[in-house]
């Protein structure tokens, strides 16, 4: 017998866990796998809400299929288009050919873009309610969060958000679905992982949400990715609220690129002098070998943030330059940055590295060490007085 995934007497998870995929979005990466929710209201009326990435499709129908028996879907809920949600409305409509597609203006075009769907669609607009029956759903504009079409459905009977990408985390949900049922500490990295990977470049359209939102009576939140939030949900909101503002702790992420040490050597020296002017909180990312997602997870954590290069072909080390284009494309705010770096003979890391600072307008440390060749005693004298510059900016940040 089927382990049907109930939410309330009347709401089933019908979601599909992914333990396949090594990336998401072909990019992010997927160490404890994904979940795709999608969810089934049963009442007169039936709606599915939301639908899950095409490649576990056999997993999702059955799942319906359990729930569903013999009934036909009248409405399919829409609140966000990108492909690992809705890419399984083609199969939905052959299945139920006479189900109506709920969604906003903008979500219409995108549907007969990627799907070539532009029948039997039911446009709702903001504060716009769709009765089931018992069960009333009410229609919420979040645009940019993250993309322009999104939006959230509120179940007012149940006080449930179904809230699209917004709550969501990476991980599967191994054996319960609820935020109380599941091990939240093993997740812990995967939620602010998620946060700061995918919504994160979004911090003002969060916060427009975030208040639209603050006037409904949530039991429970419903997230497209991650657990369901039910006794955690100030918890999950506040982290929101702090992420979005761009709020963090005292604490110093270093980011190196080094070819043979000599710019690794700077790194450490600088992370034991911040640790002596009392900064503990410090993270080491070699960018060679740390994903761009665990960098920037940190960044999103601590407000320090100082990165080096060495020099490469007359300019910064391509991992390295990877890292500041993610900084720069996602335009994270309100950091202060040190840089460094290391040069053979025509130099170009630290350069570089300089002009991603007037770049992201975040404050800067005057001290820019650069050492030639290998660090030398004048070197580490430099490389402590950028330390020593950042602890005490952080130590006046954090009174």
Known sequence: MHNRNNITDNIFWVGTNDRKTHLFENYWPLPKGVAYNSYIILDEKVAIVDTVERGTMETYIDNIESVLGDRKADYLIINHMEPDHSGSIRTLVERYPEMKIVGNKKTFPMLERFYGIKNNLLEVKEGDQLDL??????????????????????????????????????????????????????????????????????????QNALAKLRGL??????????????????????????????????????????????????????????????????????????????????IFKFRGVILGSCAYNGDIFPSMETVINE???????????????????????????????????????????????????????????????????LKDLYK
Request: charged share 25%.
């Open 327 to 393: 900084l720069e494309h996602m335009a994270i705010k309100d950091h202060v940055l040190g840089v460094f770096g290391s040069k053979s003979w025509g130099g170009g890391g630290l350069k570089r590295l300089n002009k991603f600072a007037e770049a992201i307008k975040w404050e800067t440390i005057e001290a820019t060490p650069e050492a030639l060749c290998a660090p030398h005693a004048e070197d580490f004298d430099k490389c402590e007085a950028l330390a020593e510059g950042m602890a005490n900016r």
């Open 133 to 206: 029956g018992q069960h009333k759903l009410n229609f919420y504009m979040v645009p940019m969060l993250h993309w322009p079409e999104t939006m959230v459905t509120f179940e007012s009977n149940n006080g449930i958000l179904f809230s699209g990408d917004a709550f969501g985390a990476f991980g599967t949900l191994d054996g319960g679905i609820f935020d109380d049922e599941l091990d939240l500490e093993y997740l812990e990295e995967e939620i602010s992982r998620y946060y700061s990977n995918i919504v994160g470049k979004y911090g003002r359209p969060t």
């Open 217 to 298: 009576d949530l039991k429970m939140i419903c997230a497209t990715h991650g657990p369901i939030w039910r006794s955690h949900i100030d918890d999950i909101i506040a982290k929101y609220d702090k992420w979005s503002k761009y709020q963090t702790d005292e604490g110093c992420v270093i980011v190196y690129a080094s070819m043979y040490g000599n710019t690794e050597k700077m790194a450490d020296n600088i992370a034991r002098q911040l640790v002596k002017k009392g900064i503990k909180k410090i993270r080491i990312h070699d960018s060679s070998k740390t994903h761009p997602s665990y960098i920037i997870n940190d």
